[in-house]
């Protein structure tokens, strides 16, 4: 007894061959509407439609129902863009349907996407700055520690120097001693405090040339002071902010005021970062909270202990970089106010090279390293 459905299929794998020696494509070119393939143009012969039939003969890359039911695939080698050769009317095993499809599966489009896989480096010239963060000389203290430096700088010819601030401590102008009490009698005059900085920068230049390297000091809070005497006081200590920048102009220092931010190779420097209400940012985690505030790199001082943050901005390269540079003191010396409460304070001075507002390295050099050096 005859199966309809695979007379069906004969009919239509013959009116497929027929198509394809008419010179219909086997398969339809993109764009093209004007040339059928030999699946559209056999379903046109035989009145079928065009998307059923394609889907019982299948392509030259898939093969259809008739090829899976009885093994009849169209001869689409009779086609010139078949690829490869075919015989009309047999099918691949069901076996080797897999490297059929392998061989003539369309290939897509593959665009290599170069990722960026190293940093930009810096432009422009690379700076070189000794920092040198709060020394607070007072009478009788000792002044050694700033020929030392003076000689770190004379070494290492800096484009710059810099000291944060706090340079001296200016006790005879401070507001935390009761009127009448010891510690209020035992603090020196303003005129001695004035005498000991200017020793303590002489001392500083028997090592560095005055005007060898251009110096910079921001000005501390307890520089500020006599800002404050004055403001209070301006009869009796109106001239104490004069006097006070007299001392480092003679050693050719460019001062810049309490607060205000000194921008050397595109990085900031200021003795402390002030808020918003005009208040010292400090805290235990100060150098970070100024980092999430900071448009810049940003070097200061105040809080007595060296510490460099690396904080990632948005954007390919963004970091703000900042640095504290801890203290000058003497190796070991506690101020007063601190009493027994540990410190953790650091000593020494900063090596810092720059190029293009980024801080490429920073180098601490403890004040006991700067002794066994230059003592």
């Known amino acids: 007894m005859s199966d309809p459905r ?3 299929a004969e009919r239509e794998i013959a009116a497929v061959n027929d198509a394809l020696r008419q010179g219909h494509p086997a398969r339809p ?3 093209r509407i004007t040339e059928r393939g030999a699946a559209r143009a056999a379903a046109d012969a035989l009145g079928e439609n065009p998307k059923s039939l394609t889907l019982r003969v299948g392509s030259p890359e898939s093969p259809g129902l008739w090829a899976r039911l009885y093994g009849l695939v169209p001869g689409w080698a009779l086609s010139s863009d078949a690829g490869e050769e075919n015989p009309a009317g047999k099918c691949h095993p069901p076996d080797q349907f897999s490297a059929y499809e392998a061989v003539h599966a369309p290939r897509k489009l593959r665009i290599p996407i170069k990722a960026a896989t190293q940093a930009t480096p810096p432009e422009g010239p690379v700076y070189t700055i000794a920092a040198v963060g709060d020394a607070h000389d007072r ?6 520690r700033f020929r030392w430096i003076g000689k770190f700088v004379a070494e290492h010819r800096p484009d710059y120097a810099v000291w944060i601030g706090d340079v001296a401590n200016f006790d ?14 035992d603090r020196p005059s303003f005129h001695h405090e ?3 900085l200017d020793e303590a920068l002489a001392t500083y230049h028997e090592g560095v040339d005055v005007g060898a390297i251009p110096t910079f000091v921001t000005l501390g809070n307890h520089e500020h002071r006599a800002v404050r005497a004055a403001n209070r006081q301006p009869k009796q200590c109106g001239d104490m902010p004069m006097r006070l920048e007299e001392v480092f102009a003679r050693y050719r220092w460019q001062a810049s005021q309490y607060g205000e931010m000194l921008t050397l190779a595109g990085v900031d420097f200021v003795h402390c970062c002030l808020n918003v209400m005009g208040r010292e940012m400090g805290g235990e985690h100060v150098e970070r909270n100024v980092a999430h505030k900071a448009l810049r790199s940003i070097v200061f001082g105040h809080t007595h202990k060296a510490n460099v943050i690396n904080l990632t901005k948005v954007g390919q390269n963004r970091k703000i970089t900042v640095v504290n540079l801890g203290t000058a003191m003497p190796y070991g010396t506690i101020e007063k106010y601190s009493g027994v409460a540990p410190t953790g304070w650091s000593y020494g001075v900063f090596l810092i090279r720059i190029q293009g507002g980024q801080i490429l390295s920073c180098k601490h050099h403890d004040m006991l390293e700067l002794g066994e050096r230059y003592a």
């Open 194 to 196: 004035l005498d000991s």
């Open 139 to 144: 009478p009788g203290r000792c002044k050694e």
């Open 6 to 8: 695979r007379a069906q």
């Open 29 to 31: 070119k993109p764009g």
């Open 172 to 185: 005879s102008l401070s507001t935390h001693e009761v009127p009448g009490s010891a510690a209020d009698a």
